[in-house]
């Protein structure tokens, strides 16, 4: 541990050195080599939640984060990620998430206007088409729309007994020049006007569904997955520890669990979400599967986290989040069947980045057909969620059994 906070002192000083050399907020370093991952730097003033944003643009963007390291003294950071495309990023992407990061960064002088340009709130677009439907249609257009920087805010998904299409994204960004394929019918793009807040919420779901979708708490066997005896540590997927001995103002919080898709994303937005400052922090690279996380934080108020209550809901927040990033439950609906899959929303109002593109690809390769799909919000037990709601071929049990499992081990 003394090896740790040498390291802090060192990479703080690297901070303020690196602050005095360029005026830029943000860089990217692309690897020598094809695969290499290549390096992205932030450095800017501090805000609460500010790597929670980061991670959640890194997401976005289709980007794992190999290793990284994080250190502020509560009014300026310095964070340096390791991280490589899980698909191939379109040239325009580069350039793209670095202006996205500098806007999501408190500005300096020298960045002000590059802020106040891309953080202007985006109006919402009502992407309209319609054609004759074939398999993984849907995909196909996410993926042009995920290509294109495009933000899917909501979906409205039907097939007519005819055999046609008729889908609705609301999407929001600055560059709505997509080329969609020729198969296409009739295309419409225009603001969207009412239909958008008739379309905000996620039709209702039965209680037993909205029970099993958004149950808040560990079952029993993981609870006692907890209790292990420390030489047991290697098969528990998720270890979190708190230590208020080793500095006079911060809380050492130590995790220890199965990596996942997101997995830096979901800690940080639970640091946001309960207002924790994070002061240092050392992401090291995964391991047999396990990833290990040092970070150093603090309450709002700058003060230790000594409360026991505290301590414990954040510590239960942590463990729920990372066993169960994503909920996933299949249900019979009649004669169909019915996929859904939720996931928290931020409290400040973001949604987890590309769970539509994984879903519908997911869905695309094992060559399951989408009757309907539909793209909500639900509010269930004091918290937003992100509800995907997909009817799917009734004749899909095989397939849909092999589709849990691969969102299983991609998310938890």
Not at 68 to 78: A, E, P, R
Not at 296 to 319: M, T, V, Y
């Amino acid at each position: 541990m003394i090896i740790i906070i040498s390291n802090i002192i060192e990479f703080y000083d690297m901070m303020r050195l690196s602050s005095e050399e360029d005026d830029d907020a943000v860089k990217i370093e692309l690897g020598n080599k094809p695969g290499e991952p290549f390096i992205i730097t932030v450095n800017c003033p501090d805000k609460t939640g500010l790597a929670c944003d980061i991670c959640r643009f890194i997401l976005h963007f289709g980007l794992c984060i190999l290793k990284g390291d994080v250190s502020t003294d509560g009014m300026w950071c310095y964070i340096v990620l390791w991280v490589i495309p899980q698909s191939v990023l379109l040239p325009m992407s580069y350039s793209y998430l670095k202006d996205r990061l500098q806007a999501i960064c408190p500005p300096c002088l020298a960045s002000f206007y590059l802020v106040q340009k891309l953080t202007t709130s985006s109006p919402v677009y009502l992407l309209k088409f319609s054609c004759l439907d074939r398999k993984g249609l849907l995909h196909d257009v996410t993926k042009v729309l995920s290509e294109l920087e495009l933000t899917i805010q909501r979906v409205k998904v039907t097939t007519t007994p005819d055999g046609k299409v008729l889908d609705l994204f609301f999407i929001t960004d600055n560059i709505l020049n997509a080329d969609l394929p020729d198969s296409y019918i009739k295309c419409e793009l225009k603001l969207a006007g009412q239909e958008y807040e008739h379309n905000h919420g996620i039709s209702s779901l039965s209680p037993m569904l909205a029970k099993e979708l958004f149950q808040c708490e560990l079952s029993d066997n993981e609870v006692r997955s907890q209790a292990l005896s420390p030489d047991m540590q290697k098969l528990k997927k998720a270890n979190v520890t708190l230590d208020n001995s080793l500095s006079p103002a911060h809380t050492l919080l130590q995790i220890q669990c199965i990596d996942h898709k997101g997995l830096h994303y979901d800690i940080m937005r639970t640091f946001k979400d309960l207002n924790f400052k994070i002061s240092y922090g050392r992401f090291s690279p995964n391991v047999m599967g396990y990833r290990d996380l040092d970070i150093f934080i603090q309450q709002k108020d700058g003060k230790k986290i000594l409360d026991p209550d505290k301590q414990g809901e954040l510590c239960s927040r942590l463990k729920l989040e990372m066993l169960h990033p994503l909920r996933v439950i299949i249900a019979d609906r009649g004669p169909d069947t019915e996929l859904l899959v939720a996931n928290p929303v931020e409290l400040s109002g973001n949604g987890r980045p590309r769970v539509f593109y994984d879903v519908t690809f997911a869905l695309k390769t094992l060559g399951i057909c989408i009757f309907s799909a539909e793209v909500g919000r639900y509010s269930a037990l004091d918290r937003e969620w992100e509800v995907y709601r997909f009817l799917l071929d009734e004749n899909c049990e095989f397939q849909l059994t092999v589709l849990q499992c691969a969102l299983c081990v991609m998310y938890t």
